[in-house]
């Protein structure tokens, strides 16, 4: 069972949130590629930090992941479409979506095995349909063999999870790669604070890094390049005077 120690991590394991099927919630799927005990496991690194503040998460985030709602306004469904939250969490942000109307196939993918056992019970909770959650990294995501999609998203986005990836490149990559031609990746993340008093973000920074979160210019720039690479086409926009970023990448 899940939200135990001793698990594999690295592996692909299965999360059912089937809302009908509340008892066979959280079956762990067939595993790949098992992977030996290091503590630069980036799946236990993540486990490790969240075991026990998953439980608080969804209460104390609000006050400071600013810019969930906005960016999940640029996040279209419709009732075919593909959407997959890279580094979902708690489900949050999925749950908000699965509220809507039309709100097509809805997956998340997460390092942390604790983290997704407290998405799958917020799912079964929140009483919405069926969102299909699966353990792996972002950098290697693969639409394919993670989620059994040959065809790819239509969307992707990351809710603050970039600034805690060190393979953000990678994660990037993969993202770009498992949507389909003209689909979009949405991110919202932490941006420079550059509008706002210096103390507050010399402080912020600080205050982050406790929690394995960095401010990565670099992101910042490689999303940039890739508007300029021909590649796909970008837009950035300011939330709360440069506390955080969004960032629209559609696919050419
Ligand atoms: C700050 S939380 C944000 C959660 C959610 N997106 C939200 O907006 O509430 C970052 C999430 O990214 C996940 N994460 C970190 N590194 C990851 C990686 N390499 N691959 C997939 N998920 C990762 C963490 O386990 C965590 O659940």
Request: aromatic content about 10%; charged content about 25%.
């Amino acid at each position: 069972m899940t939200g135990q120690s001793g698990r594999e991590s690295g592996a692909s394991d299965t999360f059912d949130t089937t809302a009908t099927a509340p008892s066979s919630a959280m079956q762990q799927g067939a595993s790949s590629s098992p992977r030996t005990e290091s503590q630069d496991d980036p799946a236990r690194a993540m486990d490790r930090m969240y075991r026990m503040t998953r439980h608080i998460y969804d209460v104390t985030r609000r006050y400071y992941l600013l810019g969930r709602d906005r960016m999940l306004e640029r996040v279209a469904t419709d009732d075919g479409s593909a959407t997959l939250e890279v580094g979902c969490g708690t489900a949050r942000n999925l749950i908000k979506l699965a509220k809507r109307p039309h709100c097509g196939n809805l997956y998340g993918l997460d390092a942390s095995h604790e983290m997704l056992e407290t998405a799958a019970a917020s799912i079964r909770k929140a009483g919405v349909g069926e969102i299909t959650l699966r353990q792996g990294l972002a950098e290697q995501l693969d639409a394919r063999t993670m989620f059994d999609r040959e065809e790819g998203f239509d969307t992707i986005f990351f809710s603050y999870c970039l600034s805690m990836v060190p393979a953000w490149e990678g994660a990037i990559e993969a993202a770009l790669a498992n949507l389909k031609p003209g689909g979009q990746m949405v991110i919202v993340d932490f941006w420079d604070q550059a509008d706002l008093p210096g103390w507050f973000a010399a402080g912020l920074k600080k205050w982050l890094a406790l929690f394995h979160v960095f401010y990565r210019p670099d992101v910042h720039t490689a999303l940039a390049t890739l508007g300029t690479s021909g590649r796909a086409e970008v837009t950035f926009e300011s939330v709360s005077k440069r506390y955080a970023y969004i960032a629209i990448v559609r696919k050419k």
